[in-house]
């Protein structure tokens, strides 16, 4: 779940606004494909359901926080048929050193802050459970020199 449920236009009054519900679901599609940038295959496996189904969220969601944007609406995160599951752990690579580790989901820094624990280089990756690059972006300072 978002930490904070609703969102609107700084300095438009509640009362005069018009309200858009986003489910849990479709936020969570906008999470996997556009922040954590997975193909639409992987997220759909990873919310379990049909890529067909992962398709209509991700569409669904786009055009709702689009509407909020363009027309100042507010945006409530709220419904939805899902189902919570903690993720074990978060895994990370030193590009210094090549080290990799796993911290806790939920506990730690995030990325950006860490350092890697043998090097204490800042510039690491998320990774995934194969080892890959998470998504697009890095952690820490990539292309900055070296630690």
């Known amino acids: 779940m978002p930490n904070v449920c609703c969102f609107g236009p700084f300095g438009v009054s509640r009362r005069k606004m018009e309200e858009i519900n986003l489910t849990v679901d479709e936020t969570e599609a906008l999470?996997?494909?556009d922040l954590f940038g997975f193909t639409q295959e992987e997220a759909a496996k990873k919310m379990k359901v049909s890529r067909i189904t992962f398709q209509r969220m991700l569409?669904?969601?786009r055009k709702k926080v689009s509407d909020a944007l363009v027309n100042s609406k507010s945006i409530n995160v709220k419904g939805g048929s899902f189902k919570m599951v903690k993720e074990q752990s978060r895994k990370f690579k030193c590009e210094e050193c090549k080290k990799e580790w796993e911290v806790p989901f939920g506990t730690g820094q995030r990325g950006i802050e860490m350092e890697c624990p043998k090097c204490k280089c800042k510039n690491i990756h998320r990774t995934d459970k194969s080892g890959h690059g998470f998504g697009r972006q890095p952690w820490g300072?990539?292309?900055?020199?070296k630690c």
């Open 31 to 33: 999470r996997l494909k």
């Open 59 to 61: 569409v669904s969601a």
């Open 141 to 145: 300072y990539k292309g900055r020199g």
